[in-house]
């Protein structure tokens, strides 16, 4: 199947320092997306993405959409100790038939240092 | 809240026996999907249904069955439990169906282990 190569596997960071994420993969993807995940709870939709070069703001975080639609990365601006959690990304192929059929990235666990 | 509601939410089993996981939701969402997670694989589709008794299989669907028989909810069933099915188990409705969106939104987990 479609491999998602997420990198890096985990981030030890600061209090206020700012974290980059990115995701790549062999295949091409119509829409890709990021997700979050708290211990012990289902993961939780950040961002979505569309169009190849979009650029996509959601508070402190930004993510964008790779012109050779093989790719995608996450910023986190200023983090704080919520952001705590696993990343994911996830990209989902065009056509009628892949409604909600993504493919995940392996995550990125994030640890923040008050 | 998306109203999903997962059952149970922690299971231990032995290899061999029959398991069913219960996915509930509220919304009367069209799709629906059964995901599982473990370390190093991120999230993996198993089955997904897209209507009352329309069901298909994900990447991972060998050893899994689904049943769809009414709107509001989609079973996970194991016929035979082996270790290699301990992991934690996602529902997740796609609020956004007929746009080809993506955006899932995911239940609380069913852990699964098996012994």
């Known amino acids: 199947g479609q491999q998602l190569n997420q990198s890096p596997q985990s981030m030890f960071i600061q209090e206020g320092e700012d974290v980059s994420m990115n995701c790549t993969s062999s295949?091409?993807?119509?829409?890709w997306l990021w997700y979050k995940q708290d211990p012990g709870e289902g993961p939780v939709l950040l961002i979505a993405?569309?169009?190849?070069?979009e650029l996509t703001s959601n508070g402190r975080l930004t993510a964008q959409f790779g012109i050779t639609r093989k790719d995608s990365f996450l910023n986190i601006s200023a983090s704080i100790p919520s952001d705590v959690g696993i990343y994911f990304c996830?990209?989902?192929?065009?056509?009628?038939?892949?409604?909600?059929?993504?493919?995940f990235g392996q995550g990125t666990i994030l640890t923040v240092h008050p | 809240d998306a109203g999903i509601t997962q059952s149970p939410r922690h299971k231990v089993t032995e290899t061999g026996t029959p398991v069913t996981l219960r996915c509930h939701q509220t919304?009367?969402?069209?799709?629906m999907y059964w995901y599982r997670q473990d370390p190093g694989h991120g999230l993996r589709l198993i089955h997904y249904?897209?209507?009352?008794?329309?069901?298909d299989k994900g990447e991972v669907s060998d050893g899994y069955s689904v049943s769809r028989s009414k709107t509001e909810d989609f079973l996970l069933t194991l016929e035979s439990a082996t270790s290699s099915q301990t992991s934690v188990y996602f529902c997740?409705?796609?609020?956004?169906?007929?746009?080809?969106?993506?955006?899932?939104?995911f239940g609380e987990g069913s852990r699964l282990t098996v012994l």
């Open positions: 996830a990209g989902q192929a065009s056509g009628g038939t892949s409604y909600g059929k993504l493919t």
């Open positions: 295949s091409i993807f119509n829409t």
């Open positions: 993405l569309y169009k190849a070069g």
């Open positions: 919304e009367n969402h069209r799709y």
């Open positions: 249904s897209y209507g009352v008794k329309d069901t």
């Open positions: 997740a409705i796609n609020r956004l169906a007929g746009m080809n969106t993506g955006e899932l939104f």
